[in-house]
Structure formats: C-alpha cells, structure tokens
C-alpha cells in the first residue's frame, strides 16, 4: 500500500474537492427542492451507484479512451449534457401537488430521482477524466498491491466521501424547502429554481472543455 503521507494527503486533497460546491452538490439540491429530502438522499444514492461505473473504468483503463477518441467523449457529454436539460425543463414545467397531498413525498418521485441520478452520473465523461486526473498522483508503482487495484480503493474511498459531503447538502436544502413552506405558490417557484439549476448544468456540462 502507498506510505501513510499520501494516503494522508489523499484523504485530505479528496476532502476538499468533495466539500467545495459543485455540480453534484447542486444536482442533489435540485432534486431536493423538486421532491423533498427523501428524493434528495435518493438522488445521491443514483450518483454513488452510478459512479462505480467510472471508478471501474478507471481501474480498467478505460477512461483513456475519453483522451484518445475525442469524439466519443463528445458524444457522451453532449448526451448527458441533453438529458439535465430536458430534466430542468420537465421540472420547470411540472405543476405542485394540491396541499392536501403535500406531507407525504411520493415514493414515485423518489424512484424516478434515483433512476434518473444514476443516468447523469454515467453519462458524465467529467467524472471518468476527474479519476484518470486525480488518481495516479497518489498511486505507487512499487507497492505491494497492483495498479489496478489501488486505483479502485481509491476510486470507492473518493466515492463515499463526495457521497457524504452531498449528502450534507441535501440535509440542508430540505431545512431550507421546510423554511419555505408548502404552499403551491412556492412550491411552484422551487420547482423553477430546481429545474432552472438543471438546465444550467446541462448548458455548462455542454460548452465546458474537457
């Protein structure tokens, strides 16, 4: 295993990024605002899962591809960047519950963020490139362990921690959306802003260069 200086500077590098607000802090925060905290938790949940898929392609090799095809890191940004657009827009466009049926979330919606989270996650070649960036730095050639298999603990300890720090976010955007109440009026103007958040990381998920 690497020396107990890099892992500790790994722990600590991986902290930082994971707390600094980001894309997936805000896509949580946005999927709490549309269904509350239980769609939320979901949603982190969807990115966590989702992002095994990365963290296997970085153990693989895989995510060298993204360098080495151009286009298909395109494609695949231009895919997911599409997807958070048309999640925004459904979001801005859909109507609140009457209050009557206002205390319970449905679990619907909770299933739909989860399924929905995983789909962004995988569709983020952001992701893959942040592994195939970040991880070598704090791999060591010459340790017991191989390669491969360092740059997966890795990859599930950096996992597990953005999990945590984006789950933190959820628990305070749900205070904030009980702060606000449960009238239709602002539930309608959080749904926007939710939904508003999701289009802006569709447009920069777009535009942004690798």
Request: glycine fraction near 8%.
């Amino acid at each position: 295993m690497p020396s107990i200086e890099i892992l500790l500077a790994f722990l600590a590098t991986t902290a930082v990024f994971a707390f600094i607000p980001g894309p997936a802090m805000l896509y949580a925060a946005a999927q709490t605002m549309a269904g509350g905290r239980r769609s939320g938790a979901m949603a982190v949940l969807g990115i966590h899962l989702g992002c095994y898929v990365h963290i296997l392609a970085a153990a693989a090799g895989l995510s060298v591809l993204f360098h080495a095809i151009p286009t298909l890191y395109l494609a695949v940004k231009l895919a997911g960047a599409a997807y958070l657009v048309w999640l925004g827009l459904a979001l801005i466009r859909s109507r609140p519950a009457p209050e009557t049926d206002m205390p319970p979330v449905p679990s619907k919606s909770a299933r739909r963020a989860f399924a929905e989270s995983v789909a962004v996650e995988v569709l983020n070649p952001k992701t893959a490139l942040f592994f195939l960036a970040f991880l070598p730095q704090f791999v060591d050639a010459s340790a017991a362990f191989p390669v491969w298999l360092q740059l997966a603990v890795f990859g599930l300890a950096i996992n597990a921690i953005f999990s945590t720090a984006d789950m933190v976010c959820v628990l305070l955007a749900g205070l904030v959306v009980e702060r606000l109440g449960r009238s239709g009026t602002i539930q309608r103007w959080v749904r926007r802003a939710g939904g508003s958040i999701l289009v802006g990381l569709g447009a920069h998920l777009a535009f942004q260069r690798p």
